[in-house]
């Protein structure tokens, strides 16, 4: 397993996530525990981009409850119909929100998260068991780099 983290400085994002996916890859590579390559992903996202917030919610019974995560502390539980973060849910789709403000219901944790990026995560048969929930400091800080970036480590995680 790798123990330390590569990052490319002074390159674009697409060069940092083409850079960190297959040290992810490497990290949870025969590591069967879930919540510790979850907290090992959201360890690896912080440092390699510095994001204001990167965690995880994991589906439990009805509602979505906080997982591992890098950044201050943060919701704990999040029902289906509430924030970003059940929308991407309910909708089983990566949603882009360039300006928190601007979406409807989103759930404000800190006044100082401006723009972010959710990914549901699915599991071999197709349901979501959690969101990747990636939060910045700035409006409008994601673009489909990071869309594609992001789902690549959903495509990750339903492997373990
Ligand atoms: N942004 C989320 C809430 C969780 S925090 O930002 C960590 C949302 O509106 O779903």
Redesign the pocket.
Known sequence: MAETLIIPKFLNRQAVYDSLIPQIAALVEGEPDLIANLANIAAALKEAFGFF?V?F?LKKDNQLVLGP?QGPI??TR?AFD?????AAYTRQETILVPD?DQFPG??A??SA?KS?V?VPVFDQAGNVTMVL?V?SDQVNDFSGVDVAGLEQIAELIKTF
């Open positions: 917030w965690g919610y995560f943060a919701c999040i509430k924030g970003v973060c059940g928190v989103h759930i944790c800190s998260s972010e959710v929930d939060d």
